[in-house]
């Protein structure tokens, strides 16, 4: 702030002593710190506030160097997607068209007629077409899992005869008609 050093102080306390009179300047030098006080408050709150500002306005600066690189990024994005899609619309057009020409050579009606028949086969074919299924690998000695499978298919449902000391149990077990009575 000011460049006062302590020999400058040291003259303006003499001749205030000599202005002012010793009964007074305890009061004054009161008066004068506050004075002081307030003015050095009043310049540290316009520091801070210069200070935020300058903060405020490099983060607006920040952020629409942000919004700008998120935009840039943004465009090349979109152009990369269109440029993509526009690859595969042409890829898909060069199969398209290369599919037709052997579509057209394929229909029943034209692979009869070059066959010299004489009705064309216009019915589409209805049963799929599987193609065969490998038989499992078995270790040397064992039987096959479809064998084992084709045995369980053709047991039968019905469960084995019981005992004649299990059919007495279970007939002691079910309640008789008397005791459902009462």
């Not at 064309?120 to 065969?132: K, R, S």
């Amino acid at each position: 702030m000011f460049d006062v050093g302590f020999s400058e102080m040291l003259v303006i306390a003499v001749v205030a002593l000599v202005v002012i009179g010793p009964e007074k300047l305890p009061g004054v030098a009161k008066t004068v710190g506050a004075w002081f006080g307030r003015l050095q408050r009043y310049v540290n709150d316009v520091k801070a506030d210069i200070n935020r500002e300058i903060e405020l306005e490099e983060l607006r600066k920040f952020k629409t160097q942000f919004e700008e690189a998120a935009q840039s990024l943004d465009s090349g994005f979109r152009s990369e997607v269109s440029q993509a899609e526009a690859s595969m619309q042409s890829i898909g057009q060069d199969v398209s068209n290369s599919v037709d020409p052997l579509a057209a050579a394929l229909d029943p009606a034209t692979l009869a007629a070059d066959a010299g028949l004489t009705e064309a086969v216009t019915e589409p074919v209805t049963e799929p077409v599987t193609a065969p299924v490998p038989a499992p690998m078995t270790a040397p000695g064992t039987e096959p899992a479809t064998e084992v499978a084709r045995e369980h298919e053709n047991a039968s449902t019905t469960p084995p005869p019981l005992s004649q000391a299990s059919a007495e149990s279970l007939a002691e077990m079910q309640p008789t008609s008397a005791s459902k009575t009462t």
